[in-house]
């Protein structure tokens, strides 16, 4: 939710008729001139919250034939043999069997009540449309390109892009290039940090990104003359169990549509990071919240300048929060030696997180750092899965020695 759109064919006030326009040589292609549009009101919070306004060429619903299906994304599981003892934890992302399409591969590796961690590598366009009626969707792009399609229009999609598609919104992952995805189900939805809008919900000239570095979809997909005629074929997903649909008529038939809920993409390299002359915490680096997490984009930047600073983050024992870090690239001031691209690091409240020996002495100096990386606290701790044992480095506490 980043601010208003709006875009196609809409009636001058909500809730009032609105018809296919009069069109020179349209007879017997799509929707007849003066046909009458079915107004969708797509809410959050019930009806107190942000909404989009859809105009379809159908009436709605058009989900018919509803029955349970073993397609869609794996269940979710906890391991408790892969959560004990505590201690450090390393899961290596390369080790996940690529393929597929998004909508059945996604792998969850960690979870709570709030959120759960998810690795997916796809190298095919979704053969069906997916809604998430479990959470919003948070994805960080870590390696090819594709576009999302939704009743809001095309959002396309780079490597180094966040992307957040709202729950229960009907859409699919087209793949352009072999992609590699790194993600989160958000059962209480995803935001903008609070401390960056102002009064009037304007993002701050403070905050470390603005309005115009948001991707919003290019749409409407349909006119009134060519809806999309994509798939007949709805999965849904809700309380951890997947329906399937057929659909009486196309997904993709909004021809205007008005609001504030709608996928959107977010360039990494667009964050502007902060610095100071000592080590700041964290939370400077935070990109989006939700309930009981906070995700955060560590990007190359200069490090503190007071000529004491210590760049390297300081031990800590953070007893209310549970720190996933996906590395990207770069050299890390807290560690000896480079991880592997992909490298996902649990280091669960307990027990401190902190440097490796010799990396906080060897930092003093510094002046800038080239890493990239996504993390992610949660206020509740998070949860192996059985998959998530399958690609873990047994040895990662170890390093510590």
């Given amino acids: 939710m980043i601010d208003r759109q709006a875009c196609g064919l809409l009636p001058d006030k909500l809730h009032t008729a609105l018809r296919v326009p009069e069109r020179p040589g349209a007879a017997g292609s799509g929707a007849p001139d003066g046909a009458l549009l079915y107004e969708e009101m797509f809410t959050r919070g019930g009806f107190d919250g942000p909404f989009t306004a859809f105009y379809h060429l159908f009436a709605l619903p058009s989900q018919r034939e509803p029955a349970a299906s073993c397609r869609g994304p794996a269940a979710t599981h906890a391991d408790p043999d892969a959560a004990r003892p505590l201690k450090r934890r390393l899961y290596d992302s390369g080790r996940l069997p690529s393929g597929g399409m998004l909508v059945d591969r996604r792998v969850p590796i960690l979870f709570n009540d709030d959120v759960a961690v998810l690795l997916a590598r796809p190298d095919t366009t979704d053969d069906v449309y997916f809604a998430n009626g479990d959470g919003d969707e948070l994805w960080f792009v870590q390696e090819g ?18 992307v957040w598609v709202p729950r229960s919104m009907i859409h699919r992952w087209h ?36 309005h115009r570095d948001f991707v919003r979809p290019a749409g409407p997909i349909a006119s009134p003359g060519q809806p ?3 798939p007949r074929e709805l999965l849904v997903k809700k309380g951890g169990a997947v329906s399937r649909y057929a659909l009486a008529s196309p997904a ?80 890390f001031t807290s560690r000896r030696g480079a991880l592997s691209s992909g490298a996902i690091s649990l280091h669960p409240a307990g027990i401190a997180h902190g440097p490796h020996p010799g990396a ?21 701790p998070l949860v192996p899965t059985p998959q998530a044992a399958n690609i873990e480095d047994a040895g990662y506490h170890e390093s510590w020695r």
């Fill in 228 to 230: 999309l005629e994509g």
């Fill in 145 to 162: 390109s594709g576009r999302v399609e939704s009743p809001c229009g095309w959002l396309r999609v780079e490597s180094g892009d966040y």
């Fill in 360 to 380: 906080y002495e060897a930092s003093i100096g510094a002046t800038r750092t080239d890493e990239l990386a996504v993390m992610c606290d949660t206020f509740s």
């Fill in 252 to 331: 993709m038939d909004v021809v205007g549509w008005e609001g504030t809920v709608y996928p959107v993409a977010l360039a990494i390299s667009k964050f502007q990071p902060k610095t100071s002359t000592v080590h700041l915490p964290p939370t400077v680096h935070a990109t989006f919240s939700g309930r009981g997490f906070l995700v955060c984009s560590f990007v190359p930047r200069l490090v503190d300048y007071d000529p004491r600073a210590i760049p390297c983050p300081y031990p800590h024992s953070s007893v209310d929060c549970d720190e996933v870090i996906l590395y990207l690239r770069g050299h």
């Fill in 175 to 210: 793949v352009d290039a072999p992609m590699r995805l790194f993600g989160f189900e958000a059962r209480g939805g995803v935001g903008i940090p609070e401390a960056y809008r102002n009064a009037v919900g304007q993002i701050r000239m403070d905050a470390p990104y603005g």
